[in-house]
């Protein structure tokens, strides 16, 4: 990261997040609409939320002498595209966007962050089978802190007769971070989703979750302090989340946020409640 990097504003870096995934997702959308092409999309979509994430109180008592966790507002771009060939999905984060880069108030716990994730499956001809890959990446400007998470493997895309969607996955991880950069042990996880309808209204249930394992002990050194509260090699992460589409344009949920050995706490378990207002775009 760059001197150049730090030092720009918190809304630079907005316009900067909102120019990059919006040339990432419309992109596609352009190709001419007169012929069948490789990069006219079969399915998208794109919004723009507000969102409130709320720790409960255990998980500010558990964290609060390593990587102490406090609520936060964040501002989040996502969207996401599927071609007969593959599928991409993307967001960006804005937590506490109208902070300073380092929140005097809060001891730094409050201060501006970005956090970004791109994932995509390349299909493996007519199977269900892909090559999978995805790119996590979070940024404590306050702190001068990073860390990126790059995964490659395999993934399975299957939908079942009553509508529920799985798509699992598998691979190796390699990170790069403030205190190591190399490769760290492997991840397996899933996104899952269910649409139906109660009362006359249409709602949604998702799942994100994220095991990573065999993580390497200089990693688990050098980003879990202090050093001898080194985290455990496996680590937890996801959210489970309910959600209801009042209209196209409109959709508003609940979720629970869950993980364990990760976030930069050791060996506790951390769960807080994000709600969220999306603008649908697409």
Sequence with gaps: MTARTHSRTPSSKIALGAGVLGAMLTTPLMADDTQSSPLDPIWSFA???VNYLDWSNGTEARTSSNAPKSDFMFLEIEGGAGFSWGEFYGFFDFENP?????????????N????G????HIYLGDSPLSIYAHL??????????REQDQILGLGYRTTFDNGLWFKPFIGAARVQSNGYTGMNGFMAGWVAGYDFSALNQNFSVTNWHEQTFGRDDEYLTQNYQPPEAKAGSVGTNGALS???HP???????????YSENKLG??????NAMIYSVKLNLL
């Design 136 to 145: 996590y990446d979070f940024r404590d400007y306050g702190f001068e802190s």
């Design 112 to 115: 501006f962050r970005t956090a």
């Design 98 to 110: 109208t902070n300073d880069q380092f929140d005097e108030s809060s001891g730094g716990k409050d």
């Design 265 to 270: 706490t050791p060996d506790d378990y951390q």
């Design 242 to 244: 309910l959600w209801w």
């Design 117 to 120: 994730k791109i994932t995509s």
């Design 247 to 257: 209209s196209d344009l409109i959709t508003t949920g609940i979720q629970y946020r």
């Design 47 to 49: 919004n723009v939320s």
